[in-house]
């Protein structure tokens, strides 16, 4: 299994070469949380009309993950650590690494978002533009 950040999705549908090979070296399925799903959607949207049962269908081979009573409270937990750090991540970004926690897998990303020590240490992180 591999989970999947909104940004490697985004790579995946532009056919980013390095990302596309990367994801699926590492194999399917490919997870990814609901957050997610929206996070890509909403790059589509703007005309009023877009039809977003067929953009959900352009990544059809990723598998969402629901959010959780138990996702957000480990999210809660992460962004306390985080914060005490201090190096906060945007409330999205936290439930999307929880999300990927609760899978046990890694989580696939194409930006710097999630680059934090603290993060690192709560869930192994591959940035595929590094």
Not at 22 to 37: A, R
Not at 72 to 90: I, K, T, V, Y
Request: overall charge negative; proline content about 2%; some cysteine.
């Amino acid at each position: 299994m591999t989970f999947l950040d909104s940004s490697t999705i985004i790579d995946m549908l532009e056919g980013v070469e390095a990302t596309v090979e990367f994801v699926e070296s590492e194999g399917e399925p490919y997870l990814t949380s609901t957050i997610c799903v929206y996070e890509v959607i909403q790059g589509e949207l703007g005309t009023g009309t877009t039809d977003v049962v067929a953009e959900r269908e352009e990544f059809g081979g990723v598998r969402e993950l629901d959010l959780t009573n138990s996702i957000a409270l480990e999210a809660a937990r992460l962004q306390d650590q985080l914060l005490d750090d201090g190096d906060p991540m945007a409330p999205r970004d936290v439930l999307v690494a929880a999300t990927a926690r609760s899978t046990g897998e890694h989580l696939v990303v194409a930006d710097s978002d999630f680059e934090t020590e603290a993060l690192e240490s709560y869930v192994q992180v591959t940035n595929v533009r590094e």
